[in-house]
């Protein structure tokens, strides 16, 4: 099925028309289809089995709009994963340990928010057709965000132990939130985060 654009000449975009610091909402509708055509190959192929010209046709964008914008379709994969990666890192900073005090609801709920929030490139993204360097991203950088601060704030001493609980916790919510985007968000965002929340706190008492 093809995503077609209401008027044509939303194809022919100039990436220097930007006025007053905002990006022209041509250019914001064009790579919003793109990125809409992108998911939709994505939930059947591997990114090296998509073309541009696929890419452009499905969206009914000429390819040399898409170049005004993308080297290839790699590099339109690495920049969506970089904007999600750095909306992700804000989430996570929003909510510092001494705000939490050893509560991470707050933040989780932020975290299944900005996930259903995305819920396109976030479903692709954690699939089979997914990018595993994108997910050892957000794993590393949980851990470089939580990890010393939640041994701080739970009194609990480095070890080998603790580092295995926590790989466990994290991937478990990874797994978490692809079982959730799966099933089509049956629980909301809160129910989500009560739930990792309860399971975060029993995998830490484990190792106290």
Known sequence: MKIVGNDKSDCHVHVKNIKNGKIDRRILKTKRQLRQGLTELLEEKSVKDIT????????????????????????????IENEMFENFRRALDEYPVE???????????????????????????LSKHGDISFVDRLKKLVKERCLNDWMEVFNVNKS??????????VSGCI?????WLEAGFKESPEQMAHLTEQIIMTGIKVIQ
């Open 99 to 125: 705000v939490l005090k050893g509560k991470p609801l707050p933040m989780l709920m932020n975290i299944f928010r900005f996930v259903k929030a995305n819920s396109d490139m976030c479903r692709v993204l």
């Open 160 to 169: 080998q132990n603790f580092e295995y609980c926590y790989s466990f916790i």
């Open 175 to 179: 797994g978490l939130l692809q079982s």
């Open 52 to 79: 541009v010209r696929e890419l452009s046709d499905l969206v009914d964008i000429n390819r040399g709009t898409f170049y005004l914008h993308y080297k290839d379709i790699f590099d339109m994969v690495e920049q």
